[in-house]
């Protein structure tokens, strides 16, 4: 590479000794092009998601026909979309069960620590209570997903 058309060489021909990034054009540029680095981000994101949803539907289909075009389609079909809606059910029923448990440790862990503030500042006000809000949307969520939810020997309300 010529050393005259370097990047580098190229930038400082035309800075000359007084002149510098200007600090409110920095301030400026820097959440500008965040917002459009994380909007670029984000369409391409939801452009890919549809993208990968759109061939598992496609795939589903394709396995649902040939399902329906062998010899014992019907009935095989049927057990085919049995089997993925019990599967559905209990990611969601384990994602109640994971999000419980989240809920409950972030209380907890948010009680301990305005707990020791409190005690820090000598205040007598309980403000570490406010983490059992949270412990207690824990608790609700793990309540329901162990004994209020229905099981995978239950049959499915559309059933």
Do not use: C
């Amino acid at each position: 590479m010529h050393p005259i058309l370097n990047p580098i060489n190229l930038a400082l021909m035309y800075m000359d000794e007084n002149s510098s990034i200007n600090p409110e054009n920095l301030a400026l540029t820097i959440p500008i092009v965040s917002t459009l680095a994380f909007f670029i981000f984000l369409s391409i994101y939801i452009w890919v998601h549809a993208k990968r949803r759109e061939r598992e539907a496609f795939y589903k289909n394709e396995t649902l026909r040939r399902i329906a075009e062998s010899p014992d389609g019907g009935a095989a079909a049927l057990e085919f979309l049995k089997e993925e809606q019990r599967l559905k059910d209990r990611k969601r029923r384990e994602g109640r069960k994971i999000g419980g448990l989240v809920a409950t440790a972030t209380g907890l862990g948010l009680m301990i620590f305005l707990f020791a503030l409190n005690r820090a500042d000598h205040d007598p006000d309980p403000d570490y209570l406010i983490g059992l809000i949270l412990m207690l949307i824990g608790a609700a969520l793990l309540a329901y997903s162990y004994w209020l939810a229905p099981k995978d020997d239950q049959p499915h309300p559309s059933e």
